[in-house]
């Protein structure tokens, strides 16, 4: 056994002892690598050796050679064999007796298998956690910065130092008075200060969501609706500026007393997802202490100023920290045990069904089970049955969870000799995606009504009751972000919220943002299960799920994620648009995104060998038709003719085939374009010439070059540190760029230059100048 890779194997077995066994055993060890003496074997028959066959026209063997033969292959034959529970392999394997390994075979599959479970489970399990980050020193806030603010919050201390804030880091705050929810009179209100552009503004921060006033139907705050306004306003109007917006104690960086606020969470939810569905111009979300001082508020300018592009962050007294996503494995902790009585929400849908199996075969004595439906839902009978099988008592009731009197009579029929000792609201499905631009402020409020009202009444008819479990079922949209997915995010950050406040009142309570349920549970149907697989977020075993989930509880946290992502082929797409900081707390993933691939350059060569020598059109007709080739094999299509010069977005590309297009262009061409290229260059002949522009081959006479030019000199500004900017004076040398093309406009290429102009002027020239270009009396 302590030979390198020794593979183990018996002679015969029980009534089996046949020329034919020996010679099977013997033929294991040769595949697996080992030579047995096969002419002392057949010395009395005296045999002529024949060499064995090779794959056809490739000249290796079927099988691994002795130095070839990986130590893991004997440790994948043996697991292999215990999770099949094959004793007869296993005897075999070992050279024992079956008998002697018969009475330790279950044991050891079982252990196996748990180890794999647990594996599983901590692989798919992460929280949220913040990293301190440097604010920088007195920064400059350039231009006017349309500030908006709830009316009857205007003179509170807290807006006017965020408003002083701004103005003495050098922004100009226009403040907008927002006393409605409703979208047009928001719109309205912008455009009065748009005077037709918004070139004035360098960004939009709006305090609205720091208006606690309740809203109808009572799950929103007017803040939270005035937000939803102003965001829709914003793209509506065209704003180019970044909007930012702000809350007060609505996450916790340290401990759960940081989150006093009941709605500005939802705030937080809806950030998250505007930052996918609006990647250009949306700027972040900062949350503030309840009552910032100057130091807070000089870092608040820090970050609007721009601190290394995070934009989920939260300053407190201590510096400003970042959100981050982490790796958190659960299965070291105590796994929650359902007993007594357990209530689930949703109880009769796909994912409450499968925690009441669950809970009724760990040990719950009594299931009850709300839908609006109840005992009519479809199904229900077969579930109550099922679980009365498996020893619980049944009780599944008829209950708007949205209507408080409702659920209050369900848990006041709970009887006091089998406890209520837990709660899992699993209520609430998402709705298809939809922007939040197209949708109006009663389906926004719809869509997390019965998460949000859920919950809300659950802890209020609960009160102090001590429970193992307070269980909430929230999302991994509010967590790192579901495009279209505003409203349903906003529902489940609420969830996030309450387990905080929870939590800081010493009451049990454990919010998971899940990933997607596999077996036909959970939000997702199996068409959508199959995209999201594509795109890198794996649907889940719910068996395995669930037993994340009781891990989760039983760790303490207040929230945790469990979701199974690829990440490489999630991360290049969720990344395409802008940089996601808050992969930063998962190195391995940002390692993935920063990767250099590494390129020998004959690629290159060949190329730029291929278009030597051929027009400029010639040039971009062959790179034209490179680009169409690769994108119709991307696609699925037989020729490039099925793609043509049609825009990209026309013919069928999204973020995940976008990359694969780039890896592709890159593999072909040897450059090293970036994942956004399909949509900063909307057709292939635009793509071409782009690719034309990177391998040197440009016309510096044409328009077409000098744009291409430029588009390549921004990418690379792009990955350039702020530093390097600085020490290169790279800022001021494109200002002086700028110029040059606003005097060769006004005069032409052959036209007097205002430096010239000025080097032969006497006073009175200058004052004119002065007068013309400035517009001073």
Known sequence: HNTPNAIVTGTLRRDDDTPTRLLTNLAHLTTNGHTPDWTALYSATHPHPTPLPTY??????????????????ADGVFWEAVERGDLASLADSLGIEEKVLEPVLPGLTSWRRRNQDQSTVDAWSYRIAWDPVASGEAPVLPGAWLVAVASPQTSDTAVTGVIAALAAHGADPVVVEVDTVERAEVTALLRERMSGSDDEYAGVLSLLAWDERTCEPGTLSRGVAATVALMQAVEEIGLTAPLWCLTRGAVAVREPSEVTSEFQPLAWGMGVVQGLDQPSTWGGIVDLPRTPDDTALARLCSVLAGVDAEDQVAVRASGVFARRMRREPVTSAPAWQPRDTVLITGGTGGLGSYVARWAAGHGARRVVLLSRQGAQAAGAAELEAELTALGADVTIAACDVTDRDQLAAVVAEIPDDVPLSAVVHAAGLALPEKPLSKMTLAEFADIGRAKIAGARHLDDLLGERELDAFVLFSSGAAAWGSGGQSAYAAGNAYLDGLAQRRRARGLAATSVAWGAWGGGLGTIDEAMGAQWRRTGLMTMDPRLAALAMAHTVGSGTAHGVVADIDWERFAPGYTLARFRPLLRGLPDVIDLLTEDTHEDGAGQTELIARLAGLSPGDQERLLTELVQAEAAAVLGHASADAT??????????????????????????????PATMVFDHPRPSALARRIRTELGQTDTSSVDSVLAELERLEAHLAALPKEKIERARITSRLQRMTTKVAEIEANGAGGETVTERLDTANADDVFAFIDQEFGVD
């Open 644 to 673: 043509g010069d049609r825009p990209f977005s026309e013919i069928g590309f999204d973020s995940l085939t976008a990359v694969e297009l780039r890896n592709r262009l890159n593999a072909g061409t040897g450059l090293k374009l």
């Open 56 to 73: 056809a026209f490739q000249h290796h063997h079927y099988w691994l050679t002795p130095s070839e033969v990986p130590e893991a292959v």
